[in-house]
């Protein structure tokens, strides 16, 4: 089996085990009825999203937008929406666009960057847990014998964090020690509880996490921040789900992104416009 072939039969899986197919939008329209868009967001910037769902609503009245939140791996599992004529999907970055491609739920001609990810990535750590842990350079040692790292092939972060973790000179001695999250696991719970010793996280996960304003919460430690020199940006991406029911009302909004009043929406909000 080709890698191309490989990549798309492991992202239907994926969609398989959660429980939904790759596409589909539930009923039909009837025909000359306008239906909502359903905006698929990742939860690490759905509350910027959903301000810039607010904007363009403002400015096209008859348009109305619904959200659905999942975490940036378990998006297949939301692809789907019932009663929606048209679909976006935004992800988290260039790898997931490249699977949801791959797999025939977006076609690559009608993928958009619309923002650049400007939140850090960095390794965390229960407050009590992996003692002796307390810089990057730990995560080759003894201390930490298990690390929350996503699939490089279907997760930017997971990508980005391997490019990091490779320039840093410190991937030969974390390579044994990786493992790969549950698409649906609450990480930061998960390492709370022993079942790693660290992870690599978008920082402002813990903030969006039952933390008070924008410190770390009591049961969690920050090892150390990638720095962003040591991997390639992230490109936030749109894109029209292949099988949307009137694509012409979700394509509106996905070319609204680009021009100057999307581009301002997605400022207000708190992201970074692409170009």
């Not at 039969?9 to 009825?33: D, P």
């Not at 014998?145 to 699939?151: A, G, L, N, P």
């Not at 490779?166 to 696991?185: F, H, I, Q, S």
Request: contains cysteine.
């Amino acid at each position: 089996m080709s890698e191309r072939r490989g990549l798309r039969a492991r992202v239907r899986l994926l969609a398989v085990t959660l429980g939904i197919g790759l596409l589909g939008c539930g009923e039909r329209a009837q025909e000359g009825e306008r239906g909502p868009v359903l905006l698929h967001v990742p939860c690490v910037i759905s509350a910027p999203m959903v301000q810039v769902a607010a904007a363009y609503r403002a400015s096209h009245p008859g348009v109305e937008i619904r959200t659905e939140t999942a975490k940036p791996l378990a998006q297949l599992a939301e692809a789907g929406g019932e009663g929606a004529t048209g679909s976006v999907i935004i992800t988290m970055g260039d790898r997931e666009m490249e699977w949801l491609v791959s797999a025939g739920a977006v076609e690559a001609a009608d993928v958009r960057t619309i923002a650049i990810n400007t939140y850090p990535l960095a390794v965390i750590a229960a407050a009590e847990g992996a003692p002796g842990a307390d810089e990057l350079s730990d995560l080759a040692g003894p201390a930490v014998k298990r690390i929350y790292i996503e699939d490089p092939e279907l997760s930017s972060l997971g990508d980005r964090a391997t490019q990091a973790l490779k320039e840093l000179g410190l991937w030969d001695g974390v390579a044994a020690k990786v493992v790969r999250p549950d698409p649906n696991a609450m990480v930061l719970a998960e390492v709370i509880a022993g079942k790693a010793d660290a992870a690599v996280i978008f920082e402002d996960c813990i903030f969006a996490e039952g933390s008070t304003g924008r410190s770390v919460p009591k049961t969690l430690r920050v090892i150390g921040r990638i720095p962003a020199d040591t991997h390639s940006p992230i490109p936030y991406q749109a894109a029209v789900l292949s099988g949307a029911e009137q694509p012409e009302v979700a394509r509106a909004f996905v070319e609204f992104l680009a021009t100057p009043a999307g581009r301002e929406a997605l400022k207000k909000a708190g992201l970074e416009p692409a170009g």
